[in-house]
């Protein structure tokens, strides 16, 4: 099981940036975000996967958030750019240290078994 420490997130105005940080306490296979907003299910983000470095994207954020990662530190990072208010919500960092997303596929909360605490993002219109 991998220990998630997450860190960034606050308040921003539309259209500004924020960057959220997620160390994990081991070599994860692949990390992702997730959000969920009051009343919401909680929906995929962004993930990558941690040797090649693919990225995926939900359509509502791709051009606009960016997912890296850091191997060194075993670290993601989430860029979020152009912010919405819809984009308001708390972004949980998820991993899994042997599951790696395929290509063609996009990954599911059910894909990852190791959660960080929830970071609040709350961008004002």
């Known amino acids: 099981q991998l220990r998630l420490v997450e860190s960034g997130g606050g308040l921003v105005q539309a259209g500004g940036s924020l960057k959220l940080s997620c160390t994990a306490s081991?070599?994860?296979?692949?990390m992702a975000w997730f959000r969920q907003a009051p009343g919401k299910e909680r929906e995929l983000v962004a993930a990558?996967?941690?040797?090649?470095?693919?990225?995926f994207y939900a359509a509502s954020v791709e051009g606009r958030f960016t997912i890296s990662n850091e191997r060194a530190k075993n670290t993601a990072y989430l860029g979020l750019n152009s912010l919405k208010p819809e984009d308001t919500a708390v972004y949980l960092c998820?991993?899994?240290?042997?599951?790696?997303?395929?290509?063609?596929?996009?990954?599911?909360?059910?894909?990852?078994?190791?959660w960080g605490q929830g970071t609040q993002v709350t961008v004002s219109s």
């Open positions: 998820a991993a899994s240290r042997y599951w790696r997303p395929i290509l063609t596929a996009m990954p599911t909360r059910h894909n990852y078994g190791d």
């Open positions: 081991g070599r994860p296979a692949s």
């Open positions: 990558i996967r941690w040797e090649d470095g693919n990225t």
